[in-house]
């Protein structure tokens, strides 16, 4: 049976919880984690029209991407309330809601990713890169027969993933030393007797919230009785984050820019400002609203910025700063996050064996939402 924990987890997987924000709502609002699941819709926004399509299809499980009307600040079954009026509508219909919200705006792959990938921008970076989590480094020594093995489980658990690259390490070889005492059942050597051994230090480096899965895969390969390793806390910069910036393969025009992106974002109201003749060759991105981000935008050189929203003011900085400007709507530039999801969770269904069906939620026009 699958539950709504065991979708929750695997979409933590891509989208870590760790990385949602404490203010906002994330994971479970609505319902049970020990939930069944045998459907799941996957959204946009959360509505009553949302949570009416789930009850529909007979979702079990809605995850949203705008958890906005449970602000937790409410009384969640407040009926006056738009929230409270959904809580009742899900719980009396059997949905289960859940939210996928900052995290996934900020992790790789997330929505921010998405948007850059588009743009096929070179070497993308985070405009604001993130306080939480840190970039680790796993340690371990290991004899030269299971380095391989060991090296392959950290890898497979996203040790070494950087960019474009996977299984990146680093090996130097040396001589341990240990003495095993009493009641010991050492891998080699003998009890009471000094042994010297050929070992590999095997370094890798994995984000801070997958430290714990790299070293269960570890020992798990490891041959010694007691394993020694070290994780260490880095000053590396992480690779998740608020935004993103990096440099088109070649200029473009920002006109072709436009139809671009208002074609993949499914857009029926983008607005350029800035001469729509003029190339581009930095842009930054910013799904949802860009406000806070559009000076780090014009200080990192973005000739131009594609976000979702703009206020007047932040539009007018853009302006005086010499960065065009770019919106999508807020809701039109994360609709890739939708089929994201469903690429996700079918794929994890795939691998366990799940009997699951997983939809992305449409609106009447056919557009994911």
């Known amino acids: 049976m699958v539950t709504v924990s065991d979708v929750l987890e695997a979409l933590g997987e891509a989208y870590p919880w760790e990385l949602a924000d404490e203010g906002s709502p994330a994971g479970l609002l609505v319902g049970s984690r020990n939930a069944p699941v045998r459907k799941v819709l996957c959204s946009i926004e959360l509505t009553g029209e949302v949570v009416e399509a789930a009850a529909a299809t007979r979702s079990e499980l809605l995850i949203a991407h705008h958890p906005h009307l449970l602000n937790r600040s409410h009384a969640p079954f407040d009926e006056d309330t738009p929230g409270g009026r959904i809580t009742r509508m899900a719980i009396t219909e059997g949905v289960n809601i859940a939210a996928c919200y900052r995290n996934a705006d900020v992790a790789q792959g997330g929505a921010a990713d998405l948007m850059a990938a588009k743009l096929d921008l070179v070497g993308a970076r985070p405009l604001v890169p993130l306080s939480v989590g840190y970039m680790a480094k796993v340690v371990v020594f290991v004899p030269p027969e299971a380095v391989e093995a060991v090296f392959s489980a950290m890898a497979d658990e996203g040790a070494g993933a950087g960019g474009d690259y996977t299984h990146a390490g680093f090996r130097t070889f040396g001589t341990g030393t240990f003495l095993p005492g009493e009641g010991a059942m050492p891998y080699t050597g003998e009890v009471g007797k000094l042994s010297q051994v050929e070992e590999n230090r095997l370094e890798m480096a994995c984000p801070s919230y997958r430290v714990k899965a790299v070293v269960d895969a570890m020992l798990e390969q490891h041959p010694y009785e007691e394993v020694a390793y070290d994780v260490l806390r880095t000053e590396a910069d992480v690779p998740w984050g608020i935004g993103r910036i990096g440099n088109l393969a070649e200029e473009r025009k920002l006109l072709d820019i436009m139809e671009d992106m208002a074609a993949w974002s499914a857009s029926e109201e983008a607005a350029l400002v800035g001469d729509p003749d003029m190339g581009a060759t930095r842009v930054a991105v910013a799904p949802g609203p860009g406000d ?78």
């Open 292 to 369: 806070k981000l559009v000076e780090r935008g014009w200080r990192e050189g973005a000739d131009l910025m594609v976000a979702g929203e703009l206020g007047w003011n932040a539009m007018v900085e853009a302006c005086e700063a010499g960065m065009a400007v770019l919106t999508l709507g807020h809701l039109e530039s994360e609709r890739a996050l939708v089929p994201a999801m469903v690429d996700i969770i079918r794929m994890a269904a795939e691998s366990e064996g799940w009997q699951l069906e997983i939809e992305g939620y449409k609106d009447r026009g056919g557009r994911w939402g």
